[in-house]
């Protein structure tokens, strides 16, 4: 590494910040700072959601999933694109007709206050730890470019000046400012992906993925794997991929308040679908850097170059093999895709704890001006704690994409199983739903901390929506009359005459209300 290489990382830091606050616009109430007013372009709001799920997790442990193994990965995205199908046709219409906002809005609705507080405290946890994965893995490649120069600053200190930088353009601009600066981040980690892949094929030559089928690490079909332990057979990785996005994209306010700043249905449903198809080609792409890389370093194992964790490898050689300026290219955009999902989370988080938690403790609805102080001020405080929870972690066996991903599946099941118990079983009462809810997350707890090789993390979601359905219906079975808060077709009355779906902010049906 080279100062110029330094420069580049600091001039990224600064234009990020400088850019949000730029193109945020002025913002005078809360329907602006967490739904930008719902003016929004699809294809931005399309690669805004792409940069929220993609985050350094897919930069720098993509790459290490196809060294150590195979391309097989590549099915979990098949199975994003199923899932989102179903969030743009059979979930986003209800949000978009006003029946609701968000999942735990409705499930408010349609269970009572303690459900969606349930849901919301919940997401709030495992939202801080997923992400709080992400922006250590952001720290992974920093660390190793600043010992080489002899600044061995702790991954705490690391971690700290990216949550500054991305808490500054989040708290200041809201969700308009976090959704342009994602479009600027992903182009850059997708450019620098490019340019790592070019650099590895200028060294290797272009045989390197003939190399890599001949043994047998470009399999992108698996038919022979556990289906029950290993997270990427075909059924697995297919099923649990859409049921995960089903769950992450439909009912995770991190994904549905971006959905939600669209013009229209329409529009919506181009962003979300639209995703899927640029997941699908980023995690192409990454998996055929990670065959390169394999090439590149001969197949040597992690020990053998010296390394802690696979996930040293594609930082590394972007270190030690990529020319002057390159390499803090590279860099700029792996703190470009962790600080996309920080920001966007920040965003989420905030607007949840606003509409989810403090405006069902107050009997006055907030003011324009001491709601923008107040979501403000609460994207502040979530900052803080995510520099916190990021710095619990600092080392991980597997790659910390896997990580991630468990983490987010200890919830999503439950959340979904929960909506579909409102959508689908007319005698379900708040108690019913908070049971089942409570048993899927501290069964998924259980699997993820005491029994991980039991279960492939693709099974997650699965798991958690059929634990909360099955025990919230058989829960149900004890009460003679539907649920009064559920019409005859299991789900909320329309909106009332004069609602749009313009009068919802965060996750909170305002009208209503």
């Known amino acids: 590494m080279q100062p110029v290489d330094i420069l580049v990382i600091a001039l990224y830091l600064a234009a990020s910040a400088w850019l949000g606050l730029k193109l945020s616009g002025r913002q005078s109430d809360l329907r602006g700072y967490f739904l930008g007013n719902r003016d929004l372009p699809w294809w931005a709001v399309c690669l805004s959601v792409v940069a929220t799920e993609t985050s350094a997790l897919t930069v720098i442990s993509v790459p290490t999933i196809a060294y150590l193994g195979t391309t097989t990965f590549i099915q979990v995205a098949v199975g994003y694109l199923i899932g989102r199908v179903v969030v743009a046709f059979v979930l986003l219409p209800r949000y978009y007709r006003g029946e609701m906002t968000t999942a735990y809005a409705y499930l408010g609705e349609r269970f ?73 981040q992903m182009c850059l980690y997708v450019v620098g992906g490019i340019i790592a892949l070019v650099v590895i094929v200028q060294h290797v030559g272009g045989g390197f993925l003939a190399e890599a089928a001949a043994a047998g690490k470009t399999q992108v079909i698996d038919l022979s794997s556990n289906p029950i332990s290993e997270p990427y057979a075909l059924v697995t990785a297919v099923l649990g991929g859409a049921l995960l996005s089903t769950a992450s994209h439909g009912v995770d306010q991190i994904i549905v308040q971006r959905l939600l700043t669209c013009r229209s249905l329409a529009d919506a449903r181009r962003a979300v679908i639209g995703s899927a198809v640029v997941v699908f080609l980023q995690f192409a792409l990454f998996l055929v850097v990670g065959l390169g890389l394999w090439s590149y370093y001969e197949g040597r194992s992690p020990e053998e170059l010296g390394l802690q964790t696979g996930d040293q490898i594609f930082p590394t050689f972007i270190v030690e093999a990529l020319p002057a300026g390159l390499s803090g290219l590279l860099l700029a955009g792996i703190m ?142 004890r009460h003679r009359e539907d649920s009064p808060l559920a019409d005859q077709r299991g789900t909320l009355p329309d909106a009332p005459a004069g609602a749009a779906p313009g009068d919802t902010v965060g996750g909170t049906d305002q009208g209503r209300r």
């Open 112 to 184: 009572g206050r303690g459900m969606q507080g349930t849901a919301s405290v919940a997401f709030l946890f495992t939202r801080l730890l997923a992400d709080g994965v992400r922006l250590f893995a952001a720290a992974i490649p920093m660390k190793v470019v600043l010992d080489g120069f002899g600044l061995e600053l702790s991954f705490f200190a690391i971690i700290a000046i990216l949550g500054l930088v991305t808490v500054a353009y989040t708290l200041v601009g809201g969700i308009r400012a976090v959704v342009w600066v994602d479009v600027l």
């Open 336 to 477: 470009a895709s962790a600080m996309s999902t920080l920001s966007s989370s920040l965003s989420a988080l905030s607007s949840s704890t606003v509409s989810d938690l403090v405006a069902q403790l107050t009997t006055r609805p907030l003011a324009d001006a001491a709601g923008l102080r107040l979501g403000r001020l609460i994207t502040l405080g979530w900052g803080l704690v995510f520099i916190g929870a990021a710095a619990l972690f600092t080392g991980t066996d597997n790659p910390v994409v896997e990580l991630g991903l468990s983490v987010a599946g200890l919830t999503y099941g439950g959340l979904l199983g929960a909506f579909f118990l409102g959508l689908w079983v007319r005698r379900a009462r708040q108690l019913d739903a908070i049971i089942g809810f409570a048993v899927a997350v501290a069964t998924m707890s259980y699997l993820f901390l005491v029994e991980p090789e039991l279960v492939g993390f693709t099974w997650y979601t699965a798991i958690g929506v059929v634990i909360t359905l099955s025990l919230g219906f058989l829960l149900s079975r």
